[in-house]
């Protein structure tokens, strides 16, 4: 029975993310385009989720989670340093209050092999919760270890 549910919401929700933009409606045609964008990222339908945030950004620059949504995607197709250029906004645009997109953030500039900008940011994080799971072992240290010769 669930699944029927599933499948009718993300009708409904192809439906609305097909529908002209309309501004009064903004927010709930935002809401809906990163509702599907994030369910086709859990069907590893990349594209077309990277399609429904690009059009998100369209109307709304400063959506953080549309940001946060192409990071993962880039993240999964191992663009390590587009997914920090993209983590980058949406911690931006998240004010850099929120910890579990500076961790995403700090991973990929590791990943890019940026450990002064990994370094930075985890700092930033621990400023903002200072036991953050995982952190200080498996980027802070990393980071820090990688800078040494």
């Not at 587009?82 to 004010?95: H, L």
């Not at 997109?101 to 200072?130: E, S, T, W």
Request: glycine content about 2%.
């Amino acid at each position: 029975r669930l699944l029927k549910q599933d499948a009718k919401a993300r009708n409904h929700l192809k439906r609305i993310s097909k529908m002209q933009y309309n501004s009064e409606e903004a927010e709930e045609m935002e809401l809906s385009y990163l509702l599907l964008a994030e369910g086709y990222i859990q069907s590893n339908k990349n594209d077309l989720a990277q399609e429904l945030c690009r059009k998100c950004l369209t109307h709304n620059k400063s959506c953080a989670k549309a940001w946060e949504y192409q990071g993962l995607i880039y993240e999964k197709e191992a663009s390590y340093a587009d997914a920090a250029q993209v983590y980058e906004m949406a911690w931006q645009f998240d004010n850099q209050r929120n910890p579990a997109v500076g961790y995403k953030l700090a991973f990929n500039l590791l990943k890019a092999k940026r450990y002064v900008d990994a370094i930075n940011i985890c700092h930033l994080v621990l400023a903002i919760q200072p036991s953050y799971p995982k952190l200080q072992t498996e980027i802070l240290l990393k980071a820090r270890s990688s800078l040494r010769p």
